[in-house]
């Protein structure tokens, strides 16, 4: 039988670092909120793509780093402004703002190459040395689309989020070590954020808006949608860290990948999607959304729920199939929210995941551990 290994916790420093890559999130919602519909959409996710990724690639990191040295903290803070910077140009990006986002990009990957190449492993430092020419092609081909217009800033743009989501196939990643109870919890953190700031959209999209029945009710189903959705995804909390743990030394790098890279993509675009829905729905509850509204909505939801099924399957655990369910069904909410009215939307797309997480209980056969 494996030795346990010591179980490492996040430290206030990387939520910090995690807050303002959350930040990255929020301004991604208003992009979309502000133009939901296929070309609002295909920007978020180009920006979510490469984003995430860089932001994966610190998890990583510190996942090996001893963040108690001086210059270690000082590097990850300025690696920290450097999302800021691209946060701040997101709104902007495909527009003016492009080179903006390009400088602080290459300045993030810069900082994180140098951190991993130092600091960390010799086993390590060799496996991100396969990394670094790719993060790098894909940061100076995204300065270079902020320097141009059209055709070419979409094309440069979607060449450097191809480059860096093939990465883990062309290169070897088994060199990198990965303590579970760390890399789980950062994860969980960061998805719990962003279902945080979910919430503090609501605020924006009801700026000024009089707080009555109306307003009250459909805030409190807001709420009660993204509860639901913590409570899938953290009622699994221990057991995400376990099946990460109970993974062999040598394949835990690519099953982390493939669970808290790919699946933590979806989980996260889905955040987005909502959050964008609801900050469109909350001025006029009783009336009815428009097509692209009802569905981000939708879609959110329900991306929320597959990649988390996704999630579950890839580490080896069950309950995944009533979210499977779930997610189709969340679909079908389309109509209602385009044709009667948003409160009517969030209150089957809320009655659908209570739904799901009363089967998922039932089956069980007896309560899970509460999620902190």
Do not use: C
């Not at 420093?13 to 992009?31: I, K, R």
């Not at 217009?149 to 480059?163: E, N, R, S, Y």
């Not at 040598?250 to 808290?260: E, K, Q």
């Amino acid at each position: 039988m494996p030795t346990p290994e010591a179980e490492v916790r996040v430290s206030t420093l990387e939520l910090f670092f995690d807050l303002v890559f959350v930040f990255t999130l929020t301004q991604m919602t208003g992009l979309l909120a502000a133009d939901p519909d296929w070309s609002g959409l295909l920007k978020v996710v180009l920006l979510l793509s490469v984003t995430w990724w860089i932001y994966d690639g610190y998890v990583w990191l510190t996942n090996s780093l001893a963040l108690d040295a001086l210059g270690h903290r000082l590097l990850l803070l300025g690696g920290m402004g450097g999302f800021l910077i691209m946060a701040l140009a997101i709104p902007t990006t495909f527009d003016e703002g492009g080179v903006a986002f390009g400088v602080g990009y290459l300045a993030v990957v810069a900082l994180h190459s140098g951190l991993y190449l130092r600091a960390t492993s010799a086993s390590q430092a060799a496996a991100i040395r396969g990394i670094v020419p790719y993060n790098v092609a894909a940061a100076l081909a995204l300065l270079a689309a902020g320097l141009v217009d059209g055709a070419a800033k979409w094309t440069l743009f979607t060449a450097a989020a191809v480059v860096l989501w093939a990465v883990p196939f062309i290169v070897a990643i088994e060199g990198f070590r990965i303590t579970a109870s760390h890399f789980a919890e950062r994860h969980g953190l960061v998805i719990i954020v962003a279902l945080g700031e979910s919430i503090v959209v609501l605020g924006v999209g009801a700026a000024g808006e009089e707080v009555g029945l109306e307003l009250g009710l459909i805030s409190l189903l807001a709420l009660a949608l993204s509860a639901s959705l913590w409570w899938t995804y953290f009622s699994n909390e221990g057991e995400l860290e376990r099946g990460l743990e109970a993974a062999p030394e040598a394949g835990r790098p690519r099953l982390a990948v493939n669970a808290f890279g790919y699946a933590h993509f979806f989980l996260l675009l889905g955040v987005v999607l909502l959050a964008a829905g609801l900050k469109k729905a909350i001025p006029d509850p009783l009336e009815p959304l428009s097509d692209g509204t009802a569905a981000v909505l939708a879609v959110g939801t329900a991306m929320f729920l597959a990649a988390n099924a996704w999630l579950l399957r890839l580490l080896h655990l069950p309950h995944g199939g009533v979210l499977l369910v779930a997610s189709v069904v969340s679909l079908a909410t389309i109509p209602l929210g385009a044709e009667a009215s948003a409160w009517s939307q969030l209150a089957a797309l809320t009655a659908v995941v209570a739904a799901a997480i009363v089967s998922d209980r039932r089956r069980a056969g007896t309560a899970r551990p509460t999620a902190r």
